[in-house]
């Protein structure tokens, strides 16, 4: 069973940068996808960014350019740089694990996510 521990939300003031990390035990896919989702209050979870095991990435349109995703095969973690942080951007962030398409939904297991709250 795949199991992923999260770091490394909290608060911060707009303009901001915060580091999430997700270390990633139990995989058994030789190739995979990994990263984040988040879900703010009253919304849909939705994608950040995500990863595969050739760092092949992709973003949500609304934060290409600020946040930043990459992964160590040999430690299995995933980290997402956030930087230029806005208020909208406040959330609850899940990391996933995907033996397929993470983009697509396809997740096998989710973190327990953590608060990432941007506020003056």
């Known amino acids: 069973q795949v199991k992923l521990l999260e770091s490394g939300g909290g608060l911060v003031q707009p303009g901001g940068s915060l580091r999430l990390s997700c270390a990633v035990s139990g995989i058994t896919a030789t190739v995979n996808d990994m990263g984040w989702y988040r879900q703010a209050p009253g919304k849909k979870r939705e994608l950040v960014a995500g990863?595969?095991?050739?760092?092949?990435?992709h973003y949500a349109d609304s934060v290409k350019g600020r946040f930043i995703i990459s992964r160590n095969n040999v430690a299995k973690t995933v980290t997402l740089q956030m930087n230029s942080l806005k208020p909208k951007n406040t959330a609850v962030y899940y990391c996933?694990?995907?033996?397929?398409?993470?983009?697509?939904?396809?997740?096998?297991?989710w973190g327990q996510g953590t608060q990432v709250t941007v506020s003056s």
């Open positions: 996933y694990y995907s033996s397929g398409q993470g983009a697509s939904g396809d997740i096998d297991s």
């Open positions: 990863i595969n095991t050739f760092r092949s990435t």
